[in-house]
């Protein structure tokens, strides 16, 4: 079994993201040579609300397709044959997928946990979780463990253990930590483009520069003025670029018509014979878990 983590988030969700609307979005990235303000003298609200601003507006500008939030579970299961569990459901005998018992209405929802499946050379132990893009966390019996080198993710769903230990049996729902528990933090949803972190830190700076009044504040004002000598007119800007939420500024509007572009997809045909294979989705080769693979 892995060690402990040194430096574990324990039994919270870790930090990283803040609230957006229904999903989370990483923590912005404030360059110093990119934004002229001294951070530090402001307020801890002021610089909340700007950084919640920037988060949702570029989590709709993006169609809200991005943003996945930390969540912790707690799987169970009672024996590995059909029949009440821990959890309000049903064990079933080396099912890794939810399923609905015959002529009946309950589910089996959570495995065995050991089973061998029909490309696989030996019995492993997993969990099912959908929509899972990483794991943040393992938590055994009060002890936290680093996932890297623990457990990989299969078709972004399939949780297993990769360091020949099992899940535990069952657990004790009726503490929140300690000896007889066990949870999983994983992070849900589809991971935003690269460069998320500093376009949100650019977005989140304007937005203070504009609630500061600040001159240098590149967001487009609603007067704006036209000078042709010897006259100065000053006329309502229409904002023309905002029903498609664009800001003004290139680099922030690149990056959220990058995140937008779906491409020329070109149209396939998939036949229903084919066996679909076995995705590793987490950790990524040279991304996740650095010197784990």
Avoid: H
């Avoid at 499946?117 to 002890?143: A, F, K, Q, T």
């Avoid at 729902?173 to 500093?198: H, M, Q």
């Avoid at 650019?202 to 000078?227: G, H, N, S």
Wanted: aromatic fraction near 8%.
């Amino acid at each position: 079994m892995s060690e402990p983590s040194p430096e574990s988030p324990g039994d919270s969700p870790p930090g990283g993201f803040i609230s957006c609307g229904d999903a989370c979005w990483p923590e912005p990235y404030v360059c110093d040579e990119c934004c002229n303000l001294e951070l530090d003298e402001l307020s801890p609200a002021l610089r909340m609300m700007a950084a919640q601003w920037a988060a949702n507006f570029l989590y709709t500008a993006t169609g809200r397709q991005f943003g996945g939030c930390p969540r912790t579970y707690r799987p169970c299961r009672e024996n590995c044959a059909p029949g009440p569990n821990c959890c309000g459901g049903y064990a079933g005998t080396g099912v890794a997928r939810p399923y609905r018992l015959a002529n009946s209405l309950d589910w089996v929802n959570i495995s065995c946990g050991v089973c061998r499946g029909r490309c696989g050379c030996s019995e492993v132990s997993e969990v099912y979780l959908p929509g899972v893009s990483s794991v943040l966390n393992v938590r055994l019996d009060g002890v936290d463990y680093d996932p890297c080198g623990m457990v990989a993710v299969y078709d972004d769903a399939r949780i297993v253990r990769i360091d020949g230990g099992r899940w535990p049996v069952c657990q004790e729902l009726g503490r929140l930590d300690g000896p007889g528990t066990w949870s999983i933090t994983v992070l849900e949803g589809k991971c935003p483009p690269a460069g998320v972190e500093l376009i949100t830190g650019t977005l989140m700076c304007e937005f203070l520069k504009a609630c500061l009044q600040k001159t240098d504040c590149r967001l487009p004002r609603r007067i704006q003025t036209l000078t042709r000598q010897p006259a100065v007119r000053l006329f309502n800007d229409r904002f023309e670029n905002l029903a498609d939420l664009r800001t003004g500024i290139w680099e922030i509007d690149a990056w959220i018509e990058q995140a937008r572009y779906a491409g020329a997809a070109t149209p396939s045909i998939v036949s229903p014979e084919l066996v679909q294979q076995t995705e590793l989705t987490w950790p990524r080769q040279g991304v996740d878990c650095s010197g784990s693979l």
